[in-house]
């Protein structure tokens, strides 16, 4: 079945340096729709970044990522790690056959000065 | 902004008692989405809808039964709670893939502590 896999759970870096947080993904459809949401400390998740179009850079408030359908991997990256940056990070999955979705364990961010 | 509301926030129950979470959309969406947050699980899908009347199992429906009386309304129940169900519940809403709403728009959700 769908699934999505975060190697790291948890990652912690100093302020100023490159964020990467790892996804990578396994369906047999071939109109996957990948996601990345972020959810702070007492508050809802929300939708960082969204794609559906192969080899396509997508960014969103200093974070940006690519879907590979050749690798099957979705990372998120950013240039410089803030402090505000800390959160936990999930990578999804979904596909218009069922149109349910399929979340990583998650990837927790601390950023520290 | 899509608005998604839950209720209760928090909810203390005992072991065997039946626990109703409600959730309710303003948005007109038609999917709605009930997931549990664990530590080391991270977000994982309970039931899910297409809309008003149904209702689908997602990942982990053991001991959870869901409600969709209406497009606004998603409930999720749990006839006979157990402490291995104390947990975060999380309601979403979305509409179809490709579309404009395809994003998931998260509520609040509720902590569940269940004795």
């Known amino acids: 079945g769908d699934s999505v896999t975060q190697k790291e759970g948890l990652v912690t870096l100093t302020e100023g340096l490159p964020v990467m947080l790892n996804c990578t993904y396994q369906?047999?459809?071939?109109?996957?729709?990948l996601f990345w949401y972020v959810h702070y400390l007492n508050e809802s998740p929300r939708l960082l970044l969204k794609?559906?179009?192969?080899?396509k850079r997508t960014e969103h408030q200093g974070f940006h990522a690519t879907l590979h359908k050749s690798s099957s991997s979705f990372h998120l990256q950013k240039s410089s790690a803030q402090l505000s940056d800390s959160a936990l990070y999930y990578c999804?999955?979904?596909?218009?056959?069922?149109?349910?979705?399929?979340f990583g364990k998650g990837t927790s961010l601390t950023v520290i000065p | 902004e899509a608005a998604v509301t839950q209720s209760p926030r928090n909810k203390v129950a005992v072991t065997g008692g039946k626990v109703t979470l409600s959730c309710n959309q303003t948005n007109n969406h038609n999917n709605m989405y009930w997931y549990r947050q664990d530590t080391g699980h991270g977000l994982r899908l309970i039931h899910y809808?297409?809309?008003?009347?149904?209702?689908e199992k997602g990942d982990i429906p053991d001991g959870y039964k869901a409600s969709r009386p209406s497009q606004e309304n998603f409930s999720l129940i749990l006839e006979l709670a157990t402490p291995s169900q104390t947990s975060v519940y999380f309601c979403?809403?979305?509409?179809?893939?490709?579309?404009?709403?395809?994003?998931?728009?998260f509520g609040p959700g509720t902590r569940l502590l269940v004795l």
């Open positions: 794609s559906s179009t192969d080899n």
């Open positions: 809808s297409y809309g008003a009347g149904s209702t």
């Open positions: 369906t047999i459809y071939s109109n996957a729709f």
């Open positions: 979403a809403s979305g509409d179809r893939l490709g579309g404009s709403q395809d994003t998931q728009y």
């Open positions: 999804a999955l979904a596909n218009t056959g069922y149109q349910n979705f399929y």
